[in-house]
């Protein structure tokens, strides 16, 4: 009994002294100091996100553009809101005439401008249908990406391995002036950005499925991110 207590205390693993005051000092302001960290940053990207939303149907618009995006989207989803009016009973005249009207050499200017790409139009559209198309749809559509752009960053460099790295840089982007600015216009930069990361992660996480079958469909959703991302701008 006596040697099993003396090679306990001789064991160097083992505190040769009880704890004093100065280390539970220390062990408080340690993780206090973390925690205030953890939550800096956390308030930090809050702030981010709300100054990319705040006010975004109300600020106005800037450029012609982010009115044209608008106005070309919902002019593309006629169609589709004809079909959907038919499909309810409702009237909608001769649903194959002006489909045909629409498509036809009458309504061919209604195409995407030159030199466009169709992407960010297509998001514009998928946003304007259930919002009525508001003049401040590509506007909405942009600060969402730009925001959720945010998040992004803080799982692409987590799924690198360093959670601390991730904070900083989601804190970076979040208040970054440019990435604020142009979350706030309806132009299409941030929405090719977005889906850019959103690649980032998932071939991250192709690379960590390591040859398990997710990794093709990690692969295969990548390269579809990176193609309309591609199309978006």
């Given at each position: ?132 198309f508001p003049p401040y749809t590509a506007v909405v559509v942009s600060a969402v990406l730009g925001a959720i752009s945010v998040l992004l ?69 990548t390269g579809l991110s990176l193609g309309f991302a591609a199309l978006v701008h």
């Amino acid at each position: 009994m006596g040697s099993g207590l003396g090679n306990l205390t001789a064991d160097p693993g083992l505190p040769t002294r009880p704890l004093d005051e100065a280390d539970v000092a220390r062990d408080g302001h340690g993780l206090s100091w973390g925690t205030a960290c953890a939550g800096a940053a956390l308030a930090a990207v809050a702030v981010g996100i709300a100054l990319r939303l705040w006010g975004t149907t109300t600020k106005g618009l800037m450029l012609g553009d982010e009115a044209s995006y608008t106005l070309i989207a919902q002019t593309l989803a006629q169609p589709l809101e004809w079909l959907v009016s038919w499909v309810a009973g409702r009237s909608t005249g001769d649903l194959a005439s002006r489909m045909i009207e629409f498509m036809g050499p009458a309504g061919r200017h209604v195409g995407f401008p030159p030199g466009s790409k169709p992407g960010f139009y297509l998001l514009v559209m998928a946003a304007g249908v259930p919002l009525s198309f508001p003049p401040y749809t590509a506007v909405v559509v942009s600060a969402v990406l730009g925001a959720i752009s945010v998040l992004l960053v803080w799982r692409i460099v987590v799924e690198g391995g360093d959670r601390k790295v991730a904070a900083l840089s989601a804190v970076l982007l979040a208040l970054s002036p440019y990435h604020v600015l142009y979350s706030r216009l309806g132009l299409a930069n941030v929405a090719a950005a977005a889906f850019l990361l959103v690649a980032g992660v998932l071939m991250f996480r192709s690379l960590v499925a390591g040859g398990r079958p997710a990794e093709w469909r990690y692969v295969v959703l990548t390269g579809l991110s990176l193609g309309f991302a591609a199309l978006v701008h």
